[in-house]
């Protein structure tokens, strides 16, 4: 990994062990991660929980079950809750960000929330210059179902045999899903975010954040509860982010660099406020900084949850 945060190849074993989260995980095995982060995935994966003392992104209490089977079939049945009318309409294109593959998505949402679309390993199909669409990877037919608020679509990449698939909470707006994903290894539990994306484009916009950046890396969250509200995260836990290229993830959420402030702007980074998915993780943050890196992190949640965190930045 080079000296700025640049997302190992697709395929790649370190892929967990790059990102630095050796406090809250070991490498080097494939699992599935639902409660404490306690190993981590061969590839295409990292072991970051979602948040703290509750339910992993994308698992909601009233899901009913939404989440389809094996592949995401939208012919899957979803218990009692499957005649649940979708709250929003995902029918667009969407990238998947802060994961190791550029995957997209183009979605068509029917009236009953059965989903059909396609999906790809890198660009979201759908958009763009025609020239654009012989360039997408690892594209597959997508099938899946919106039951309330959550979500639930898979798609495979037929040269590869390699499969996405993932369950999420949507925004009430409709312009933000964050929750899992399961690969052909390994469940990620940590909270993913999608990010709808433009027409004209054939993926997200990266802007200019690919630079180096003197305050990338790990850092190492503290809750101080004398100066929080709320319960969602508890003094004695470990917390972690990540940031590089202008992006975070971890365990406060993901962030892509058009929901950052800019470096240039000075202290506080702002992020956020962001539509609100799952209940539990902040949709806004205020990232204290200096010429060393990250030195406070002040979140909020939807639910009026006000946190203060102090912040280390373990040596290399």
Request: hydrophobic share 35%; charged share 15%.
């Amino acid at each position: 990994m080079s000296g700025y945060t640049r997302w190992p190849s697709r395929g790649s074993s370190d892929w967990v062990c790059a990102l630095g989260l050796v406090t809250l995980l070991s490498c080097g095995k494939a699992a599935e991660h639902s409660g404490a982060p306690d190993a981590g995935p061969s590839s295409h994966d990292s072991g970051l929980t979602a948040g703290s003392g509750g339910s992993p992104a994308g698992a909601s209490s009233d899901s009913g079950g939404g989440a389809t089977g094996q592949g995401g079939a939208a012919g899957g049945t979803a218990g009692a809750a499957g005649t649940e009318l979708p709250t929003a309409d995902v029918s667009g294109r969407w990238g998947l960000f802060v994961f190791e593959d550029p995957v997209g998505v183009l979605l068509h949402q029917e009236a009953d929330g059965t989903i059909t679309g396609q999906g790809c390993g890198s660009g979201a199909p759908g958009g763009g210059p025609p020239q654009q669409e012989p360039n997408l990877w690892g594209c597959g037919s997508l099938s899946g179902r919106t039951v309330g608020k959550t979500a639930s679509f898979a798609f495979p990449t037929p040269v590869t045999g390699f499969q996405y698939q993932a369950t999420v909470v949507i925004s009430a707006d409709g312009q933000r899903m964050t929750g899992t994903l399961t690969t052909s290894t390994a469940k990620i539990t940590y909270p993913l975010a999608w990010h709808r994306v433009r027409d004209d484009a054939a993926w997200l916009d990266r802007g200019d954040f690919m630079r180096p950046d003197p305050m990338a890396g790990r850092y190492e969250l503290t809750l101080i509860p004398e100066e929080s509200v709320g319960n969602e995260f508890v003094a004695g836990t470990p917390y972690a982010i990540r940031y590089g290229e202008h992006t975070i993830l971890g365990q406060l959420g993901s962030f892509w660099t058009d929901e950052i402030s800019p470096v240039a702007e000075g202290s506080p980074l702002r992020v956020g406020p962001v539509s609100a998915t799952v209940p539990e993780l902040p949709n806004s943050l205020l990232i204290d900084f200096d010429a060393g890196g990250f030195t406070g992190v002040t979140a909020s949640t939807p639910s009026g949850g006000h946190y203060r965190f102090a912040v280390t930045k373990p040596s290399p």
